[in-house]
C-alpha cells in the first residue's frame, strides 16, 4: 500500500506565497505522474496541477503563471509552489498520484469527493486558507 504524506494546514494572507510538499512512502516508488488536486465545498474534484517522470507538466487555468508544480530527484516527492494567492485558492488540497501501473495520466476531473476516486492514490489534504 503506497502512502502520502502531506504538508499541514496553512493560512497565507492574499497576495502571499507558501509550498506545499507531498512525499510518498518507499523510496523504490516510482510514478509514472503525480499531481495536486483541490476541492472547495460544493465543487467537484479538480486537477490543479501534474508533472510526469519525465518532468513535463500541466496546470489548470486558473493557477497557470501562478503555481509551480516539481518533483524530487527520488520521483517519490511532489511540491506545489503556489504565489500571487486569492481568496478563490482557499481549499482544501490534495496530493495525488496514479494507483495502477497502466495508467498514464492523471483525471483532470474525477467528479465527487477526491479521496473517494478510487484510480489514485491520496494524501491527507491540506487545508489552504487565504484571508486577511
Known amino acids: 500500500e503506497v502512502q502520502l504524506v502531506e504538508s499541514g494546514d496553512v493560512s497565507v494572507q492574499p497576495g502571499g506565497s507558501l509550498r506545499l510538499s507531498c512525499i510518498a512512502s518507499g523510496s523504490t516508488f516510482d510514478a509514472p505522474e503525480m499531481g495536486w488536486y483541490r476541492q472547495r465545498p460544493g465543487t467537484e474534484c479538480k486537477l490543479v496541477a501534474s508533472i510526469s517522470r519525465d518532468g513535463s507538466t500541466t496546470y489548470a487555468d486558473s493557477v497557470k503563471g501562478r503555481f509551480t508544480i516539481s518533483r524530487g530527484n527520488a520521483k517519490n516527492t511532489a511540491y506545489l509552489q503556489m504565489n500571487s494567492l486569492n481568496h478563490e485558492d482557499t481549499s482544501v488540497y490534495y496530493c495525488?498520484?496514479?494507483?495502477?501501473?497502466?495508467?498514464?495520466?492523471?483525471?483532470?476531473?474525477?467528479?465527487?469527493?477526491?479521496?473517494?476516486?478510487?484510480?489514485?492514490?491520496w494524501g491527507q489534504g491540506t487545508q489552504v486558507t487565504v484571508s486577511s
Open positions: 495525488s498520484t496514479l494507483r495502477s501501473p497502466t495508467s498514464r495520466h492523471l483525471s483532470p476531473r474525477p467528479g465527487g469527493a477526491c479521496i473517494a476516486y478510487d484510480d489514485n492514490y
